[in-house]
């Protein structure tokens, strides 16, 4: 339990979230409050924000308790989805955000409208609301609940609605500003709070060899053969990364920050901050995983579930006064990303749904429509929460999983309407369509797969990163295939992609000689890394 010091900091960290998030919000008043300022944070933000807001964004309480309990189950690989993302960052900020950027749009179904028609973005902006409820919001209500349970001995139910609570409402009055300024102070925080918590791990085991040596080469190397039921090397090499140009290219929980960027050369400089933010989660949030394990193999903590490694790891060894720190980072990582979700579904919501059906509204009624479109997401989440236990066992996994089934179509019709100039409506809405039905059988297979026939039930155990390299292909084949059935789109349709590099949004020649030598440093350090944590790097 928290000793009085601990709740001290748990409260300072409190006070000085609400601090910035009313800075934030003052600041919004002054400069006036219209769409635009509310849901793009007026398009003025810096690289740094964005780089730590993106950071701050995606790693959510689900992935310091989810990476930690994959990490003392099964290794390092769980790590892969992180280094990974490196990667997928260099891809928005160079290939994605020009695009973006240019055609001055406040969402990604509004992008999907331009390239190909309104159907397609009705089917995004719905389908991200229903994912936003399966894989972030009722998954970070849940890590938030067993953080309170395990830490700081508070009601799974009341300790999660409490922050639920306080989240929402700076993100309700302060729009994308306050959630850019509070991520980045919560992005330091959840930072400072996993390095206390793995240094401290590492030196009770007695340093980094004795990890390696208590938990076996295998449990250090993040190369898992094909026959891995989890993190196969050709999931991860073929997979992952369908997941990940989704997750990071196409989705507007994350996309959002890049589209509040001042010009390209912000946005594209803040994912290559991000991008090596992104190199931390390796060694602060999985390898504490693997220091539970080795610490319960030894019988100096009792692990009762994997998911429980971070919070028994911080109940067990961290000083009073240290323990205050680690919480208030989870914390953090908790509030960051409700404040993230929150936002995106709003904007969604208003942009992509309400101002649709209302195309007259004011400024005014788009932004109470921004701020009270979070409560039923909010409800659907918790509803949701009694699902999960029956499709995985370690909570990040499960997102992961579920990713797998409502990632592959959308990635393809976004890079294909990139690269492409012949694939149109049509095959589009065939290839979501196809992708969709596909995903959702897959869904409903693995849930109730202890009913199936034999001859079903394999459907529902193919690994779930192999599963999305097959939808994948599906989803390519049927958008090319059907494309080729109609007219090719029009010149207004590619305008949205092709539009020449122009504008008070081009970038400049120094900026990008200076990010190019900052993106090739990020890619040696990734490779460096899968060289290290390797079958030759860990047994030399």
């Not at 609940?145 to 009341?158: A, D």
């Not at 960051?336 to 209302?358: A, E, G, M, P, Q």
Request: aromatic residues 12%.
């Amino acid at each position: 339990m928290l000793s009085l010091w601990d709740w001290m900091l748990v409260a300072l960290y409190f006070m000085v979230v609400f601090g910035v998030a009313i800075w934030s919000i003052v600041r919004e008043k002054k400069e006036g409050t219209d769409s635009a300022g509310y849901f793009l944070a007026g398009k003025n933000v810096g690289w740094f924000v964005i780089g730590a807001s993106l950071f701050a964004s995606n790693i959510g309480s689900e992935h310091l308790v989810g990476l930690a309990g994959t990490g003392a189950a099964s290794g390092l690989a769980v790590g892969q989805f992180e280094i990974l993302a490196c990667l997928i960052l260099l891809i928005l900020g160079w290939l994605f955000v020009p695009f973006y950027l240019r055609s001055g749009v406040f969402t990604m179904p509004e992008f999907l409208e331009r390239r190909y028609s309104s159907q397609a973005r009705w089917y995004l902006a719905v389908i991200s609301i229903i994912g936003y409820v399966l894989t972030k919001i009722s998954v970070t209500i849940f890590a938030g609940g067993i953080v309170f349970e395990s830490l700081m001995g508070i009601n799974f139910w009341t300790g999660a609605l409490v922050v639920v609570v306080a989240t929402g409402a700076y993100t309700i009055i302060g729009g994308l500003r306050a959630v850019l300024y509070t991520d980045m102070l919560q992005a330091f925080v959840l930072i400072g709070g996993a390095i206390a918590v793995t240094v401290i791990g590492i030196g009770e085991l007695g340093g980094l060899s004795e990890l390696s040596r208590q938990t076996g080469g295998e449990f250090f190397n993040l190369w898992k053969p094909l026959s891995d039921p989890n993190f196969p090397w050709t999931g991860i090499l073929f997979g992952a990364p369908i997941l990940g140009v989704w997750y990071w290219c196409t989705d507007q929980f994350i996309v959002q920050r890049v589209l509040s960027a001042r010009n390209i050369d912000h946005a594209r400089r803040g994912t290559i901050f991000g991008g090596y933010l992104k190199l931390l989660p390796l060694f602060i949030f999985v390898l504490p995983g693997l220091v539970a394990y080795a610490l319960s193999q030894s019988g100096r903590i009792e692990l009762a579930h994997p998911d429980q490694a971070l919070p028994v790891l911080v109940g067990t060894l961290m000083p009073n006064g240290l323990r205050g720190i680690v919480v208030a980072g989870l914390l953090a990582a908790l509030m960051s990303s409700l404040s993230s979700v929150f936002n995106s579904c709003s904007t969604l919501i208003t942009w992509d749904i309400y101002r649709k059906l209302r195309p007259q509204a004011s400024e005014k009624r788009l932004v109470w429509v921004g701020r009270a479109a979070t409560g039923v997401l909010v409800v659907c989440g918790l509803l949701w929460i009694p699902m999960m236990k029956f499709i995985s066992g370690q909570l990040y996994q499960y997102i992961q999983s579920v990713q797998a089934y409502i990632a592959p179509p959308i990635a393809a019709v976004f890079l294909l309407g990139i690269f492409s100039r012949r694939v149109n409506a049509r095959g589009a809405m065939a290839c979501l369509w196809t992708g969709f039905v596909i995903g959702i059988g897959r869904l409903a297979a693995e849930i109730g797969k202890e009913s199936l026939p034999s001859w079903l039930r394999g459907f529902a155990e193919i690994n779930f990163l192999h599963f999305a390299v097959f939808l994948f292909a599906i989803c390519v084949l049927v958008l090319v295939v059907v494309s080729l059935t109609a007219a090719p789109p029009s010149a207004k349709q590619l305008e949205v992609a092709y539009t020449p590099d122009s504008g008070p949004g081009k970038a400049r020649s120094s900026a990008r000689l200076q990010d190019s030598l900052l993106s090739v440093f990020l890619l040696m350090l990734v490779a460096a890394i899968w060289f290290f944590f390797s079958k030759w790097g860990v047994s030399s």
